[in-house]
């Protein structure tokens, strides 16, 4: 797995931030326990968990809920490095994972409102922090370092500081924060650090990007990619745990899914015999950005009916079949494509369908 250490450390003190590189290593379910250092799963269809652990070689596992999960783990690096790990869960796009169904990355000054909330639980034991990250960058990146990471530490227990130095403190959503600014050698870092725990909290994420935007360089032209949650623990890890999590990213023009493609191509090759078929769908998205979250629907002209499919959610409501991505498959990157097969049978003749619909735009075939 490609790890970036970006955690510097002097005089006793943890300098800490949450960029480590995620490496998929295949879909994993809620309900399961992750323990492979790159392990990912989905839950509720919207957002991904990452055991992520890219600092340490120790043992680390994800109890996975359909509202977050708990670690095991005991971890024991050394108090003046890089933390173990970066437990978390995200909703955007990190390190070529999109979350099924985002809008992200988005530009700053397109954003009406950026809402979360999440429920920490906390062991007495350990070194860790509570980190909540908003990464932003010039270019809506889906992959590698982004240029500014803003970190809202929840908690911190053990001799641990954010990257930098205390430059001030600020009231955002009724709290006060004090504020801390730096770079760790890849990107800038802006920490906003809770003086007491907090364990649960709704808040407006677009208060932090607002306040961000007046101590670096981000700009309304700057888009945001992902919001993620999580722990990023040094001695122990058992007990830490997230136990809810939701975010919301709604455009000026409203709504929070993503927009439809502005560019479509399908290509549709079917393989028949006697009274039955299969078929390959090849989606090229054609547009400049990614699609996250894909459902394409075409009409039969014929009486086929579909029996079985690879790769994607199918159903068929007489006539007009719908396909939806998988779990794994939700991004289709611009100038990228994706396939899945369905099977069916027929009377008569199997005639391609001739009209395709990406998310509602209408695309060419061939």
Same mark, same amino acid.
């Given at each position: 797995?490609?790890?970036?250490?970006?955690?510097?450390?002097?005089?006793?003190?943890?300098?800490?931030?949450?960029?480590?590189?995620?490496?998929?290593?295949?879909?994993?379910?809620?309900?399961?326990?992750?323990?492979?250092?790159?392990?990912?799963?989905?839950?509720?269809?919207?957002?991904?968990?990452?055991?992520?652990?890219?600092?340490?070689?120790?043992?680390?596992?994800?109890?996975?809920?359909?509202?977050?999960?708990?670690?095991?783990?005991?971890?024991?690096?050394?108090?003046?490095?890089?933390?173990?790990?970066?437990?978390?869960?995200?909703?955007?796009?990190?390190?070529?994972?999109?979350?099924?169904?985002?809008?992200?990355?988005?530009?700053?000054?397109?954003?009406?409102?950026?809402?979360?909330?999440?429920?920490?639980?906390?062991?007495?034991?350990?070194?860790?922090?509570?980190?909540?990250?908003?990464?932003?960058?010039?270019?809506?990146?889906?992959?590698?370092?982004?240029?500014?990471?803003?970190?809202?530490?929840?908690?911190?227990?053990?001799?641990?500081?954010?990257?930098?130095?205390?430059?001030?403190?600020?009231?955002?959503?009724?709290?006060?924060?004090?504020?801390?600014?730096?770079?760790?050698?890849?990107?800038?870092?802006?920490?906003?650090?809770?003086?007491?725990?907090?364990?649960?909290?709704?808040?407006?994420?677009?208060?932090?990007?607002?306040?961000?935007?007046?101590?670096?360089?981000?700009?309304?032209?700057?888009?945001?990619?992902?919001?993620?949650?999580?722990?990023?623990?040094?001695?122990?890890?058992?007990?830490?745990?997230?136990?809810?999590?939701?975010?919301?990213?709604?455009?000026?023009?409203?709504?929070?899914?993503?927009?439809?493609?502005?560019?479509?191509?399908?290509?549709? @090759?079917?393989? *028949?015999?006697? =009274?039955?078929?299969?078929?390959?769908?090849?989606? %090229? /998205?054609? $547009?400049?950005?990614? !699609?996250?979250?894909?459902?394409?629907?075409?009409?039969?002209?014929?009486?086929?009916?579909?029996?079985?499919?690879?790769?994607?959610?199918?159903?068929?409501?007489? @006539?007009?079949? *719908?396909?939806? =991505?998988?779990?794994?498959?939700?991004?289709?990157? %611009? /100038?990228? $494509?994706?396939?899945? !097969?369905?099977?069916?049978?027929?009377?008569?003749?199997?005639?391609?369908?001739?009209?395709?619909?990406?998310?509602?735009?209408?695309?060419?075939?061939?």
């Amino acid at each position: 797995m490609a790890r970036l250490s970006h955690c510097l450390a002097a005089a006793g003190l943890l300098f800490a931030t949450s960029a480590a590189a995620v490496a998929v290593s295949g879909p994993a379910h809620a309900g399961t326990r992750a323990c492979d250092k790159v392990d990912t799963t989905t839950i509720q269809d919207a957002y991904v968990v990452m055991n992520n652990v890219w600092g340490a070689d120790t043992a680390q596992c994800l109890d996975v809920t359909d509202s977050g999960f708990a670690v095991t783990a005991d971890h024991s690096k050394r108090t003046d490095g890089a933390p173990a790990s970066y437990p978390a869960v995200y909703f955007g796009c990190h390190y070529n994972t999109c979350s099924n169904g985002t809008n992200l990355p988005i530009r700053v000054g397109e954003i009406s409102s950026a809402t979360s909330s999440v429920t920490f639980s906390y062991p007495n034991s350990g070194v860790y922090d509570a980190a909540y990250d908003i990464w932003l960058d010039p270019a809506p990146r889906e992959d590698g370092v982004n240029r500014q990471e803003l970190m809202i530490w929840f908690n911190r227990q053990g001799q641990v500081q954010p990257v930098g130095t205390r430059t001030g403190s600020v009231t955002i959503g009724g709290r006060t924060w004090e504020v801390w600014t730096g770079n760790n050698g890849s990107n800038d870092v802006v920490s906003y650090v809770a003086p007491s725990p907090i364990t649960t909290w709704n808040f407006s994420v677009l208060d932090f990007v607002t306040d961000v935007q007046k101590r670096s360089s981000v700009t309304d032209a700057w888009y945001l990619t992902s919001i993620q949650a999580g722990f990023e623990p040094w001695v122990g890890g058992n007990g830490l745990a997230l136990t809810s999590f939701a975010a919301s990213v709604n455009g000026i023009s409203g709504g929070a899914t993503s927009a439809a493609p502005d560019g479509c191509r399908v290509t549709y @090759t079917p393989n *028949t015999w006697n =009274n039955g078929f299969t078929s390959t769908v090849t989606i %090229a /998205n054609t $547009s400049k950005t990614a !699609v996250h979250g894909w459902k394409l629907t075409f009409p039969f002209s014929g009486n086929q009916r579909i029996t079985k499919a690879w790769t994607a959610d199918v159903s068929q409501n007489g @006539t007009v079949v *719908t396909a939806a =991505n998988a779990r794994y498959n939700g991004s289709i990157a %611009a /100038n990228g $494509s994706i396939s899945f !097969v369905v099977q069916g049978t027929y009377s008569g003749t199997n005639a391609p369908p001739k009209a395709f619909k990406l998310s509602g735009t209408a695309c060419t075939t061939g």
